[in-house]
């Protein structure tokens, strides 16, 4: 029979249950690798409940740093039998399947193509424990163990992990660490280790760290000076606001009075957390807040408020499967255009697309400096694949030097020598961005009316269509103003003067793209990638599809929604942007996009290759 | 009609302590219907503010959408204002308030914008006893949309249109009583010597100030068969009492009759005094609040005035715990903790 040999580059799946203590077991073992020195992207996937049904953990291994999702499993560690039957079918011919021996597999299910790999757990946690909940938490412990003899992870390592984590417990230090062994010693003495698949260690981490980006993304509001958060609790952004009370606690507590330098607030709902976002901001506070698609959709009225009223607004949205609740343990890219156009009327929004931990830390630090000196709402769109996954990264960094750009506000000295009539609306500068003051600053001067309703120069009521013509055509001056403040796309030039095929990606589509990328070149197809990072698109986002015959543009949603929004909002043809579409809940893999641009680049599929060509013929 | 208030002040205008004179609390030229209950209402905020010697700058004003919500276009100019969307002042002035715990929160709403479309935010903004004084300009209809019954309409009453209510009406002062608001009271527009104590009293208190003012549309629902029209509320009405606000410093003159009054200090150390009409009523006391207000409804009257304070309470800043600075005044030396601690917070996660 088949076997996978592998050292450094495999994809091990583990099938837990749901709110059985599975998941420290499962970090615990993805942490060991990463200390071994090995790139890892651990995945949880994970149902909308608190206990009892299935839930994933997928940890790929690989030392040349691809992070994406590679599919296919080369060993499945299965401790669900609900779940067993599925999972069989999901490891690769020549794989490996770990189960619990306690109990005979159901014939019916096996396979003669895969390595199954039994570990009597349940009798060997009887033996050793009387209780109950003991046997339950050690049982993860003890396969951890296991696959530390079977995949040759140093056991020092997984001590050392265990120190760590209970330091000061010394009982249970003790304890984890004899499960650990139990695990070891059975497979050890069972098995031939290490199996086919197995690690050893490298130095290819450097000094990068594992943090989801939720919680990189809370750090970013600290630093970036938000003293207000107010929110709606909702997978898959809830940890971002959990993050900012638990980074507060340790940072933010003034060390004289005990008092916060911040306030959060639990909202009733999002329409009521936008708010307060709103309400706070328009008073001279840094304040954000974070949701996910249906909070997208509560929202979106106080959006265009904000943006017609010119308050500086901060969101983050941690996108989810849609429609409607769709899957919202899962993750997707599908509230491009929600966001990109939230709220009726003609409006517009800046958009950030982070695409690792460390972007999710920078940018809702500069989303605070954009918001206030754009004066709009900007929103970050992360999603739960980046936001909830422990995920690889380059250390956060902060520039002590660095200012808050706090934008155009007018303060009391400049209020008083002011001799002209103070005009909130007017565009002083030619950059379509007005002057504000915030409530409180003078006694006689600068005080006006904040307003959705359409207004003059000077903030006061009209419906005067030239008045208002002139200030919609003001807010697009400052839209083109916004083209060149928000991040730049990352273009990456396969060779010098570049491909003639270029691949357009956003967010987490990152790794994937790049490892498919890699894998083309090495099969001679060369291809330029431009990753968008924000919106409004900077010209070079049009430079690049105007420089290539072929565009792709990967999308993990049905719609193709950054396609239209790229047909929308630069001078492209959709005939021009040929997509690449995931939208099954799981992050896209490297697979995928691999096979999908050879079939299109092969001619396998009907759509025409050279725009231009294509062009002139229609002519 | 102009729009132009003349720029000229009579030098012998009364001023207050700050030397503010009345005008300086005025707003725009109101544009609502002759004789609206509103505009009156108005009118006893610019007085009340006046009377207290509020720097107009340090008030902030809020509203929904609605007749009601125009209304911060027509007093205290010189304050900034909000307009903000149908129902959804509570959380902007939540927000305001998080963002500067020093200025003081007028907020104005009306039946329809607080009673039926703002209802979640309005009950919310009460349990978090925000620091704000919320004003319903309450008169049972929708008035910018041509007169349509709304949630505070009584059963049977008739609006212009001559079709009468069927539908339970909330009565938005015991929703705030039972809710946990720390100042309740109920005015009519028409009675000016009520509703001014009573707005110096609601700023003046910390936390959740609400008062329910009846204020009649002129134009649809101020007919013989409505219950809030001005002839139906002037015949129905009956007091709690009589409020005397007394401003910090300042003696109590007046004496009062044992047993029949009651006086409230308030945390800034002004006072008010409500000369009880009805010994019943005990001011502390949120279910002889509610008693009484079912009570007059039975016998088809409204009980105005003072009707429940709690001026020991603890607003949604004392509840979080915040720093006495406002948070917006903070800066990056306080916020932002800078790269040493971030390498300890990275080494931490490798």
């Not at chain 1, 996978?4 to 994809?11: K, L």
């Not at chain 1, 343990?329 to 690792?356: E, I, M, N, W």
């Not at chain 1, 830390?361 to 709009?376: N, Y």
């Not at chain 2, 008693?291 to 409804?297: C, E, H, S």
Request: net charge negative.
């Amino acid at each position: 029979m088949k076997r996978i040999e592998a050292v450094n580059d495999f994809v091990i799946k583990f099938a837990n249950v749901n709110g059985t203590g599975s998941a420290s077991a499962n970090n615990m073992f993805a942490k060991s690798l990463f200390r071994m020195g090995l790139p890892i992207s651990p995945k949880n996937i994970f149902p909308s409940n608190i206990q009892g049904l299935p839930t994933w953990y997928e940890v790929r291994v690989n030392e040349k740093g691809y992070l994406g999702r590679r599919g296919g499993i080369d060993m499945m560690v299965c401790m669900n039998p609900q779940s067993m039957a599925k999972d069989i079918q999901e490891v690769e011919a020549g794989g490996y399947f770990f189960y619990d021996s306690s109990k005979p597999l159901d014939l019916r299910m096996m396979r003669s193509d895969i390595h199954f790999i039994g570990v009597p757990l349940k009798d060997l946690c009887q033996r050793e424990y009387s209780d109950a909940r003991q046997q339950q938490l050690f049982r993860n412990i003890i396969y951890v163990g296991a696959l530390s003899a079977l995949l040759d992870i140093e056991f020092d390592v997984l001590t050392g992990l265990v120190s760590d984590q209970f330091r000061g417990k010394e009982k249970l230090i003790t304890s984890n660490v004899r499960a650990l062994e139990i695990g070891y010693h059975y497979a050890a003495e069972h098995y031939q280790c290490p199996l086919g698949i197995r690690v050893e260690r490298r130095d290819a981490v450097g000094d990068q760290i594992l943090i989801d980006g939720n919680t990189a993304a809370s750090l970013g509001a600290i630093y970036g000076g938000a003293t207000v958060a107010a929110w709606y609790p909702i997978t898959p952004s809830t940890s971002v606001v959990d993050g900012f009370d638990k980074y507060c606690k340790r940072l933010r507590i003034d060390p004289g009075s005990g008092s916060k330098n911040y306030a959060i607030v639990q909202a009733e709902d999002e329409l009521a957390a936008i708010g307060m976002v709103i309400g706070a901001s328009w008073n001279g506070a840094r304040a954000f807040t974070a949701t996910s698609g249906p909070g997208i959709s509560l929202m979106s009225e106080f959006l265009g408020l904000a943006y017609f009223a010119e308050i500086p607004t901060v969101l983050i949205d941690v996108q989810r499967a849609g429609p409607s609740t769709g899957m919202p343990t899962r993750t997707q890219q599908s509230d491009v255009l929600a966001c990109a156009y939230a709220s009726h009327g003609d409006t517009k929004h800046v958009l950030l697309f982070p695409a690792t931990p460390r972007e999710c830390f920078e940018m809702t630090a500069e989303a605070f400096d954009l918001a206030e000196t754009l004066q709009t709402p900007v929103i970050m769109l992360t999603d739960l694949d980046l936001g909830m996954n422990d995920t690889m990264s380059p250390p956060l960094v902060w520039d002590d030097k660095r200012q808050y750009q706090r934008g155009k506000v007018f303060n009391e000295e400049q209020l008083e020598a002011m001799s002209e009539r103070f005009g909130r609306y007017l565009d002083v500068d030619g950059d379509g961005i007005p002057y504000r003051t915030y409530p409180g600053t003078h006694p006689t001067k600068g005080a006006f009316f904040t307003r959705g309703t359409s207004r003059d120069e000077y903030a006061v009521y009209t419906e005067d269509g030239e008045a208002y013509e002139k200030n919609m055509q003001r807010l697009l001056k400052k839209w083109d103003t916004a083209k060149n403040l928000v991040p730049m796309p990352e273009i990456i030039e396969a060779k010098k003067g570049g491909s003639h095929v270029g691949v357009i990606h956003f967010g987490t589509s990152r790794d994937a793209t790049l490892e498919a990328v890699d894998a083309l070149a090495a099969e001679g197809i060369v291809v330029d990638t431009l990753r968008i990072r924000g919106f409004p698109f900077h010209k070079s986002v049009d430079a690049f599809i105007e420089q290539h015959d072929t565009v792709f543009v990967i999308d993990q949603n049905r719609d193709a929604q950054m396609r239209t929004l790229l047909v929308n909002e630069c001078l492209v043809s959709p005939r021009d942007l040929i997509s690449i579409l995931n939208y099954n809940g799981t992050p896209i893999s490297a697979r995928k996009i691999h096979d999908e641009i050879i079939a299109v680049l092969r001619g396998d599929n009907v759509r025409p290759l050279h725009k231009k060509k294509m062009a002139k013929e229609s002519v | 009609m102009t729009y132009i208030r003349p720029a000229f002040r009579h030098p012998d205008l009364p001023r207050n302590d700050l030397g503010f004179t009345r005008k300086d609390y005025e707003g725009a030229i109101s544009t609502l219907c002759a004789g609206c209950g509103h505009d009156s209402i108005s009118a006893a905020i610019v007085q009340a503010c006046f009377e207290l010697s509020i720097a107009p700058h340090k008030v902030a004003k809020l509203s929904g959408i609605g007749c009601s919500s125009k209304t911060p276009t027509y007093f205290l100019g010189n304050s900034h204002g909000f307009n903000s969307v149908h129902g959804r002042m509570p959380s902007v002035a939540t927000g305001a308030n998080l963002a500067n715990r020093d200025l003081i929160y007028v907020g104005v709403s009306g039946d329809g914008d607080t009673a039926s479309i703002g209802m979640g935010q309005f009950t919310h903004a009460v349990r978090r006893n925000l620091n704000m004084m919320y004003v319903v300009e309450n008169n049972g209809c929708y008035g910018l949309t041509k007169g349509q019954d709304s949630a505070t309409a009584d059963i049977g009453s008739a609006s212009k249109k001559g079709e009468p209510n069927h539908f339970e009406p909330i009565d938005l002062a015991s929703v705030a009583l039972q809710l946990g608001a720390t100042f309740v009271a109920r005015s009519f527009s028409g009675d000016r010597e009520q509703l001014v104590p009573l707005i110096k009293a609601a700023i003046s208190h910390r936390g959740f100030a609400f008062i329910d003012v009846i204020s009649p549309c002129v134009t649809f629902n101020n007919n013989p068969k409505s219950t809030k029209g001005y002839e139906h509320v002037r015949d129905h009405l009956a007091a709690t009492g009589t409020v005397d606000y007394v401003p910090f410093k300042q003696e109590i003159s007046t004496q009062y009759e044992q047993g029949k009054s009651k006086e409230v200090t308030l945390h800034d150390g002004s006072v008010v005094h409500l000369h009880k009409a009805d010994p019943e009523l005990d001011l502390n006391s949120r279910r002889s609040a509610l008693r009484l207000i079912k009570d007059y409804k039975a016998k088809d009257q409204i009980l105005t005035g003072l009707l429940f304070m709690d001026e020991k309470s603890q607003d949604l800043h004392e509840i979080l715990g915040t720093s006495k600075t406002p948070l917006r005044d903070l800066g990056a030396a306080e916020l932002c903790p800078g790269q040493k601690v971030l390498d300890k917070l990275n080494e931490s996660l490798r």
